[in-house]
């Protein structure tokens, strides 16, 4: 069990506090407005601490100093990148993050080397992945240099029965992870395509045509 403090009791703060809580763990919730706090369920068990995200005496009142984790997820930019700093630079916490509605920041400070979740950027991309197929190489996921993402790809019926290894090869991507019967699963080395699969791969950036132009394709048969 690890100690969780959690700027921000909006909505995205109290789903945080409530599946932590669920997982066992303790938790520390943060907000000026204490009538934030009647979102949380009245079972809550965690600590509810009235005032600034970033004042260093409020976070200690949270046990950020014995905190694992510490999650900003106020409604300002500024507010939760300040806060996330403190808690990084000033407490040692070890996994920070920092929610950021300003696209344009968000990845300076991923660059900067302070972890961000951009939430604009991040809800268009999932948008467009599902209204707009070309665009579904925005990814889930891409690293601070912008090489390399991580992203669904779509593949030709033909490969239903293959192995994954052979996507891989085929394309030149990596299989991070596979998602089956709508829950994740690590592949083996004897995991095999099926119907209903999502494949999710991490692939360089500047392959996309390529690698998009290989899995719409039948696989070659190997001799």
């Known amino acids: 069990m690890a100690h969780y403090v959690i700027m921000g009791c909006g909505r995205v703060g109290v789903t945080l506090a409530h599946t932590l809580e669920d997982s066992g763990h303790s938790v520390a919730i943060i907000d000026q407005d204490d009538r934030a706090f009647r979102r949380l369920r009245r079972t809550f068990a965690g600590r509810k601490v009235t005032g600034i995200g970033f004042d260093r005496d409020t976070m200690k009142q949270a046990g950020i100093e014995e905190a694992y984790a510490f999650a900003a997820v106020s409604s300002g930019d500024n507010s939760n990148i300040l806060a996330t700093r ?27 080397g302070i972890p961000t979740v951009a939430a604009v ?3 268009a ?5 599902r209204i707009l197929p070309e665009s579904g190489v925005s990814g889930d996921f891409r690293e601070p240099s912008g090489r390399l993402v991580l992203t669904e790809v779509d593949l030709a ?5 293959h192995p994954l290894s052979a996507i891989e090869r085929a394309a ?3 299989v991070a992870y596979l998602t089956r019967f709508g829950e994740g699963m690590l592949p083996t080395p004897t995991t095999s395509y099926q119907e209903g ?27």
């Not at 403190?86 to 300076?108: C, K, L, Q, S």
């Not at 991309?125 to 992945?129: A, N, P």
């Not at 019926?157 to 029965?161: I, M, S």
Request: glycine letters at 2%; a positive charge; hydrophobic letters at 45%.
């Open 86 to 112: 403190v808690a990084r630079e000033t407490f040692h916490v070890p996994h920070v993050v920092a929610r950021i509605y300003d696209p344009g920041r968000a990845e300076i400070y991923q660059r900067l």
């Open 121 to 123: 950027r991040w809800s």
């Open 125 to 129: 991309d999932q948008v467009l992945r």
């Open 157 to 161: 019926p033909e490969w239903l029965g």
């Open 172 to 174: 030149r991507v990596r």
């Open 197 to 223: 699969d999502t494949v999710h791969v991490m692939m360089n950036m500047a392959d996309a045509a390529e690698v998009t132009r290989a899995l719409s394709m039948a696989p070659v048969k190997e001799s």
